[in-house]
């Protein structure tokens, strides 16, 4: 069992940055592959970003792409996503999730709001 917690979401104007960081419990965390989604009012929960258990290899959303980076700290076992020039259309709750097989989630957390303001 993992247990996931989010946290860094908040308000921020556009143009901005944020960091979340999402702290896993356990002593396998190095083991799964992690995940970040987001999940706009009305809109379904989308992919953002996610990492291989190793931290080698990286994947991102179009809409992400070069503007937000993923990375890992096994031996803190925190994942983060740094968010840079922030849009008023990244507001969204941000969840994060691990998956022993990439892609197939299997822990979810409670996940973080994140406002951006124009």
Do not use: H
Request: glycine share 12%.
């Amino acid at each position: 069992q993992v247990q996931l917690v989010e946290s860094g979401g908040g308000l921020e104007q556009a143009g901005g940055s944020l960091r979340l960081s999402c702290a896993a419990s356990g002593r396998t965390f190095s083991t799964y592959a992690m995940g970040w989604y987001r999940q706009a009012p009305g809109k379904e929960r989308e992919f953002v970003a996610d990492i291989s258990s190793s931290g080698g290899n990286t994947r991102y959303a179009d809409s992400v792409k070069g503007r937000f980076t993923i990375s890992r700290a096994n031996a803190k076992n925190t994942v983060y996503l740094q968010m840079n020039s922030l849009k008023p259309e990244d507001t969204a709750v941000y969840y994060c999730a691990a998956a022993l097989n990439r892609g197939i989630w299997q822990y979810w957390g409670q996940g973080t709001q994140v406002t951006v303001s124009s």
